[in-house]
């Protein structure tokens, strides 16, 4: 999974480097563990941040949260997956268990929201088409609509997985999907 | 008749969008400070001979394991809170109420997961356990902290998350 966004495949000395620090933070060793945060975190950020809306600090929370529990589950860590692969997946489930966690508390931003919830913002300027507004976009879209897109566009997760991750139906993750893109064309004023 | 779809460019300016972000300045400051010490014998076991198990033998830790894990939620549901009623002479906060509902689906969820999984997930699962149980007792003390019940979400979540590829890779799928 995730195949279709993982970095190209390391070097063999990189994989024996990884492998080795792995091994090292497993058995405790901080500083190993920090140079596996320093070389993964951006990546992992930029997915929560999306997820997330766009909004920093609940980002931020998910990433510390994400790297908290994988410190505790590294121990268990036996390279079925890439390391990549493996943090991404905690770093979604911290995002989304955030953003369940919002319902409670009635965030607007919940997973539980439903649309329009959100104020519209204006990307019909003379700057649409730019990176920037395709992210000011996206973090406009419903939560669980834009959690959809995210992980299946961007971060390339098959539906049955988004399903079982967002405990919804195979069906309603591409109905999700099939909405989600429809708002994001129609909010960068892509009617094509 | 137009052929093009509409979908194209907008899958391709999302593939273009960069894979990366800074992560926050004071992100490993803040992290090293949280994190648990390793217990002694916490380091993993050889991965040589961790990936040549054979299947039938990583799927006989489950049913062990499982009925150990359930009853041991069970009990972690039921006894701090039992203790501290009895303590403070007080009915469940409805935030121990609502604890006690996401254990319980925990449990199922746990249940309904295939059979399966492999020996060298299990520190990891049983920290989680611990982490779990720690969870349960501080919010048994102080049943007013709400952030308590976010903490034990999470660490459920992970807890399924983590078995889900546990039973995937007793099964023989990558995880």
Not at chain 1, 132 to 158: F, S
Request: aromatic share 4%; glycine share 6%; hydrophobic share 45%.
């Amino acid at each position: 999974m995730l195949d279709t966004t993982m970095p190209a495949p390391p070097a063999a000395n990189d994989v024996v480097d990884e492998t080795a620090l792995v091994r090292a933070a497993a058995a405790g060793d901080t500083a190993a563990y920090e140079q596996l945060y320093r070389q993964h975190a951006p990546r992992v950020f930029a997915t929560l941040w999306r997820l997330c809306g766009g909004q920093q600090a609940r980002a931020e929370d998910a990433l510390q949260e994400a790297f908290l529990q994988a410190w505790k589950a590294l121990p268990g860590f036996r390279f079925e997956s890439s390391l990549s692969t493996w943090l991404h997946r905690l770093g979604v489930n911290a995002a989304l268990m955030e953003l369940r966690g919002r319902a409670a508390g009635h965030d607007h931003d919940s997973l539980d929201d439903v649309d329009g919830g959100l104020p519209e913002m204006a990307v019909h300027d003379g700057c649409a088409g730019t990176e920037r507004d395709l992210e000011r976009a996206l973090a406009t879209l419903p939560p669980r609509a834009r959690a959809v897109l995210v992980l299946h566009d961007i971060e390339g997760w098959k539906h049955h997985e988004i399903a079982g991750q967002l405990q919804m139906a195979v069906g309603s993750s591409k109905a999700q999907l099939h909405r989600a893109r429809g708002l994001l064309r129609a909010r960068l004023g892509d009617m094509t | 008749m137009s052929t093009h779809d509409p979908d194209h460019d907008l899958l391709a300016r999302l593939h273009a969008l960069p894979v990366e972000r800074s992560a926050p300045a004071d992100g490993w400051e803040r992290l090293s400070a949280r994190l648990p010490p390793r217990e002694p014998g916490a380091a993993q076991v050889p991965l040589d001979k961790v990936v040549t198990l054979p299947l039938r033998t990583r799927r006989r830790w489950w049913l062990p394991v499982g009925a150990a894990l359930a009853a041991s939620l069970a009990l972690y549901a039921v006894a701090p809170w039992r203790h501290a009623a009895d303590t403070l002479s007080a009915p469940p906060s409805g935030l121990q109420l609502q604890a006690d509902a996401m254990t319980e689906q925990y449990r199922q969820a746990v249940a309904s997961l295939p059979d399966g999984t492999a020996p060298e997930w299990q520190p990891a699962l049983h920290e989680l356990d611990r982490s779990a149980e720690q969870i349960r007792a501080a919010m048994a003390q102080d049943p007013r902290a709400p952030h308590l019940l976010g903490q034990l979400k999470r660490t459920y979540a992970l807890r399924l998350e983590l078995t889900r590829q546990a039973a995937q890779a007793a099964s023989g799928l990558t995880t």
